[in-house]
């Protein structure tokens, strides 16, 4: 075994100045050049991951840390040879869209944060670098992914409801097995919040947008500012479709509950996140966050997001309150990184508590709370005071909610008999399919707010189920 990590260097991409990047919404990273690509993938030492797949250990790797099992021994060996062609085919057998994932994915705590020499010194293979990469690099070259064009159509149709990571993802494999696919979006451009919910510098809208266009050629069916909401609509779509799949997310921001929450200048993020990016698509121009002192409730990467867009939108000042300390913050710790270069300040052991407004209701600031953590809970996690008397006040002019996401029951679900649970997440079982045998759900409609990569396992899931039910294997 060559032990190549030992003597190359752990590269990331490159990152641009932060006094350059805060000006626009282009991306934060830079794309690793061939032979930057090469060099890393050859510090790969090719674990054997299939043969120890079944095999109880105390150890994981980078396809086991992966939700879809990507190939990636696969393909980061044929980068290192310089086979595009064939890496490019052994990424995208697994995955409906790598080089999206390879931009948003936690990588980590997922494939990297599973790569045996993550566990020295040297640090894991940049996995996901080297994942957009080769696809980029594909498509260049006139690659294209397939989505069954040359599979005679086998009369089944199939509707998908919402076309973010979940749906995006059933309607690809689909697609392959020769089904007709009809997808409805209440937006007005697809990729749910791969198109809205995740700012464009850190992945560029016209990368999602592209795969779309290369599906509708291959015959998906795509409409857009069409919601499916009365049970009316649903009785047609069971009428006419084979199979339905459900992929609506988890569209309810998560309240604070402070006093004077309803005050003028107080929004939740998914608001700022996709009024940011129709300014990205000039949609229009004004800004709400321009010129204005701005807190930001939340220490996720819906949070992170928020910051930074907020810096770029020209905010005054841009505050993150967080109730723990930095090491307890649940997103990316280079998100965190990289809002502190662009002139995010943090205020960690800070819990809201009330909103402060003027006369005609507008935020003029928020009363906060000091809090320190206390003994473990049943879970080990330590519990979560407040200081009695440590009460403070934040000027501020906006207040961004940034806390979780919760589920939506709709109107039509009992008419459908979908069975939904404790938090109103669709119940489905092993296979994705719901208390109705027809209709099958994924991603956060089913988990609550999770990752993209978790909803794109539990789209291909649901296809592959679907396709088994019409007597059809990829």
Excluded at 182 to 207: A, H, Q, W
């Amino acid at each position: 075994m060559k032990k190549h990590y030992l003597k190359v260097k752990r590269e990331t991409p490159k990152k641009r100045d932060p006094n350059e990047r805060i000006v626009d919404f282009h991306p934060t990273y830079e794309m690793f050049s061939e032979s930057e690509a090469s060099l890393q993938s050859a510090r790969c030492i090719k674990c054997p991951i299939d043969i120890l797949r079944d095999l109880k250990s105390e150890f994981s790797f980078c396809r086991t840390g992966c939700p879809l099992e990507n190939k990636i021994p696969i393909w980061v060996e044929k980068v290192k040879e310089g086979d595009i062609e064939g890496a490019f085919k052994a990424s995208n057998e697994v995955s409906p869209f790598p080089e999206i994932l390879g931009l948003v994915c936690p990588h980590d705590i997922l494939c990297q944060g599973g790569c045996t020499i993550s566990r020295t010194e040297h640090g894991s293979v940049t996995i996901g670098a080297i994942e957009v990469y080769l696809n980029e690099e594909a498509f260049k070259r006139g690659l294209r992914p397939y989505y069954g064009e040359d599979k005679p159509k086998t009369g089944h149709k199939v509707a998908v409801i919402g076309s973010g990571p979940a749906g995006f993802s059933c309607a690809t494999f689909l697609l392959r097995g020769g089904v007709e696919v009809d997808m409805f979006e209440k937006s007005d451009r697809p990729g749910g919040l791969l198109t809205y919910g995740i700012p464009n510098f850190k992945i560029c809208k016209d990368v999602i947008l592209r795969r779309f266009e290369w599906m509708q050629e291959a015959g998906l069916n795509l409409y857009l500012n069409t919601e499916i909401k009365s049970s009316a609509q649903m009785k047609e779509m069971l009428n006419e479709y084979d199979a339905i799949f459900v992929a609506l997310g988890a569209p309810s921001g998560r309240s604070a509950r402070m006093k004077n929450e309803d005050a003028h200048g107080v929004y939740h993020v998914m608001d700022i996140l996709k009024h940011a990016q129709k300014r990205v698509f000039e949609d229009f121009y004004e800004f709400i966050l321009e010129g204005k002192d701005v807190v930001v409730i939340g220490g996720g990467d819906s949070a992170m997001d928020a910051v930074r867009t907020a810096i770029r939108t020209k905010a005054k000042s841009v505050k993150c309150l967080y109730r723990r300390d930095e090491a307890n913050m649940p997103g990316s710790k280079k998100e965190v990184i990289n809002a502190k270069e662009e002139g995010v300040q943090f205020e960690f052991y800070t819990a809201p508590k009330e909103v402060v407004v003027d006369e005609g209701h507008h935020v003029k600031g928020i009363i906060c709370q000091r809090t320190e953590l206390g003994e473990p809970d049943e879970s080990g996690r330590r519990r979560l005071n407040v200081v009695e008397g440590s009460e403070f006040e934040i000027p501020c002019d906006v207040i961004i909610l940034a806390l979780g996401f919760d589920n939506v029951i709709f109107p039509w679900y009992e008419d459908a008999q979908i069975k939904t649970g404790k938090w109103g997440e669709v119940l489905v079982d092993e296979n994705k399919r719901t208390s109705n045998p027809r209709i099958f759900a994924g991603g956060d409609a089913v988990r609550g707010a999770d990752l993209a990569v978790t909803a794109a396992a539990d789209g291909k899931k649901a296809a592959l189920t679907i396709l088994k039910d019409f007597g059809i294997s990829l």
